[in-house]
């Protein structure tokens, strides 16, 4: 930037001394010559002389400040832009903490489905005895009698133990659980399909101790 900022600097200079010359030059031109210029030779030597030692005072006037001009606007225009401010790095805080409480919840054991879940809304009860290894699962439900479970299964996925159940029983024709353990709150969380009524409901159990 230094070397760049001389080198315009220098050509600006440079451009003002050739102004002022070419200013010198057209006042030297521009001098009355008719009528001075007569067959009095000491008239004809002495107006040269006052030209000679006249100031040339308005043409520096107009030109030094145009070329001061001109050398300023070169130098401005040959500043390069301001390099961008990279933006500041994201800190991983947020996902450091995500991480680990993706971990955490993957890594919660099966058993912790075992207990009796009850429903908040209406009393509906799951009761787990137990979670096998091939993702099997021991459950019976309660409405407060007992209706028929067809198919109880758990799973691990990314986001930690998912349930479900499907009840077969009169008025239960294939009826669905879809739950996902939550283990900071202890809850069974998750959606229930009514295949009578054709409607999905988000539902939640809350472990009940006995």
């Given at each position: 930037?230094?070397?760049?900022?001389?080198?315009?600097?220098?050509?600006?200079?440079?451009?003002?001394?050739?102004?002022?010359?070419?200013?010198?030059?057209?006042?030297?031109?521009?001098?009355?010559?008719?009528?001075?210029?007569?067959?009095?030779?000491?008239?004809?030597?002495?107006?040269?002389?006052?030209?000679?030692?006249?100031?040339?005072?308005?043409?520096?006037?107009?030109?030094?400040?145009?070329?001061?001009?001109?050398?300023?606007?070169?130098?401005?225009?040959?500043?390069?832009?301001?390099?961008?401010?990279?933006?500041?790095?994201?800190?991983?805080?947020?996902?450091?903490?995500?991480?680990?409480?993706?971990?955490?919840?993957?890594?919660?054991?099966?058993?912790?489905?075992?207990?009796?879940?009850?429903?908040?809304?209406?009393?509906?009860?799951?009761?787990?005895?137990?979670?096998?290894?091939?993702?099997?699962?021991?459950?019976?439900?309660?409405?407060?009698?007992?209706?028929?479970?067809?198919?109880?299964?758990?799973?691990?996925?990314?986001?930690?133990?998912?349930?479900?159940?499907?009840?077969?029983?009169?008025?239960?024709?294939?009826?669905?659980?879809k739950l996902h353990y939550l283990p900071d709150k202890d809850q069974l969380a998750g959606e229930y399909f009514q295949p009578v009524y054709q409607q999905t409901y988000e539902v939640q159990?809350?472990?009940?101790?006995?």
């Open positions: 930037m230094l070397v760049e900022r001389a080198a315009t600097i220098f050509f600006g200079l440079k451009s003002l001394v050739s102004a002022v010359r070419l200013a010198n030059d057209f006042h030297e031109m521009n001098q009355p010559w008719g009528s001075e210029r007569s067959n009095h030779t000491n008239r004809h030597d002495t107006a040269g002389a006052e030209r000679l030692a006249r100031p040339k005072t308005w043409s520096l006037t107009l030109f030094v400040p145009m070329a001061i001009a001109s050398a300023l606007a070169m130098n401005s225009c040959s500043k390069a832009p301001p390099d961008p401010v990279a933006a500041p790095a994201e800190t991983p805080a947020t996902n450091v903490v995500a991480a680990a409480k993706a971990a955490v919840t993957n890594t919660a054991s099966e058993n912790l489905l075992s207990g009796h879940w009850v429903r908040p809304d209406g009393g509906y009860v799951i009761e787990v005895r137990g979670a096998q290894p091939d993702g099997k699962l021991e459950a019976y439900y309660f409405n407060p009698n007992p209706i028929n479970v067809s198919r109880a299964e758990w799973r691990r996925e990314h986001d930690g133990l998912h349930v479900f159940i499907e009840l077969r029983d009169q008025n239960y024709p294939g009826a669905t659980y159990f809350i472990r009940q101790s006995r």
